[in-house]
Structures are given as structure tokens and as C-alpha cells.
């Protein structure tokens, strides 16, 4: 399970730290907003886009190549998401994850236990979407 822990904790700074090297030495710049535990609108849309492209190759494709150039369009749009620790931040972990597998497919590979987990995974909205007491804050 280490090695788990450590793929989870990698992926997270992956997902949640693309993007944010910025090289200035102005101070008259401010520094970049602190990462929320929910994504802007911007984020949402890439997640559902990624959530899509992966639905799209593991449920609708046949042909491994496809499924496997799909999940590689999708894991590069995740590559921009920037989301703090929290449910949505598991959430894209485990998309990621699922579609690096789905990326590394082969010929004649048994596609139903990934199938099977990402049936018992929760929604999107449930994860990544504010909870109504917050909408109004």
C-alpha cells in the first residue's frame, strides 16, 4: 500500500500544480489565488470534458487504439486543473488513474473490472460541486 499512498500524493501535486510556476521578479504582481477545495467554472468544464472523453473510450470505443488516443487527449486536458485537497481533488485522481489504464490499453485486454470501478464511483456533480450552503457565501 505505500506505494499506493505515494502514487495518490504524486498524482495530486501533478493535477494540482500544472501551471503555477510563474517567473517574475515584479512585485507589483500579485501571487496566484490560493487553490479552493472546489473548481472555478473553467476546471469544472475540463474535468467533464476529461469524464466525457473517458466514459466515451471505456463504454462506446471497440478498438484499443482509440480508446487508448482518447484517454491520452483526455489526461492531457487534466494536466490543467488546479484543485485543492478535498473530494473533487480524489475524484481527479482517480480519473487520471483510470485513464492512464484505458491510455496503456492493448489488444484483447478485459476491460470489465475497470468497467465494474468506474460504475461504483461517484458522479461527477456529487464530488466536484459546491455544497448548496456554499453557493450563496
Known sequence: MPIRRVLLIAVTVLVAGCGSTVH??????????????WPNAADYGTIKTAVAARNDALFRQTDWRHRSF????????????????????SYVVVLYTTLQS????YAGEDWRPLVQFVHHQPTLESACQRPSSQLTA
Open 70 to 89: 482518447l484517454a491520452t487527449l483526455a489526461l492531457r486536458t487534466l494536466l490543467t486543473v488546479r484543485v485543492g485537497p478535498g473530494s473533487c481533488a
Open 102 to 105: 484505458l491510455r496503456d490499453a
Open 24 to 37: 517574475t521578479t515584479s512585485a507589483s504582481i500579485p501571487p496566484p489565488a490560493a487553490l479552493t477545495r
